[in-house]
């Protein structure tokens, strides 16, 4: 079993940064990932981190957001630079059983946190 705790959610202005952290509980999963989901849209797959490394980007944040992880595997972490309105959303920590191939489909996601609300403002 594995625990997802989010944090770091705020209000900004567009252009600004925020980092999002997620307490991780536990190693039972092979890939972790962030999704996010703003109201009335589908839950969005932004960014994955397979155990060895190997990370995935959505188009939509490739070279805004960064994901990572603590040496000891205990955070996990979103970077999210030059923040946009369309940005807004509420942001989920998720952890998937295999990490391969790497995904950002909620459907290979099992394990999630309960989410933090990042609200960017033009």
């Known amino acids: 079993q594995v625990q997802l705790v989010e944090s770091g959610g705020d209000s900004v202005q567009a252009g600004g940064s925020l980092r999002l952290s997620c307490v991780v509980s536990?190693?039972?999963?092979?890939?972790l990932g962030w999704f996010r989901q703003a109201p009335g849209k589908e839950r969005e797959g932004i960014a994955s981190?397979?155990?060895?490394?190997?990370?995935t980007y959505a188009d939509s944040v490739k070279g805004r957001f960064t994901i990572s992880q603590d040496h000891a595997k205990t955070y996990l972490y979103l970077q999210m630079n030059s923040l946009k309105s369309e940005d807004t959303a509420m942001y989920y920590c998720?952890?998937?059983?295999?990490?391969?191939?790497?995904?950002?489909?909620?459907?290979?996601?099992?394990?999630w946190g309960q989410g933090t609300q990042v609200t960017v403002s033009s």
């Open positions: 998720a952890g998937g059983l295999y990490g391969w191939p790497p995904s950002l489909n909620s459907r290979d996601y099992v394990y």
């Open positions: 536990g190693d039972n999963y092979g890939i």
């Open positions: 981190i397979v155990k060895d490394g190997i990370i």
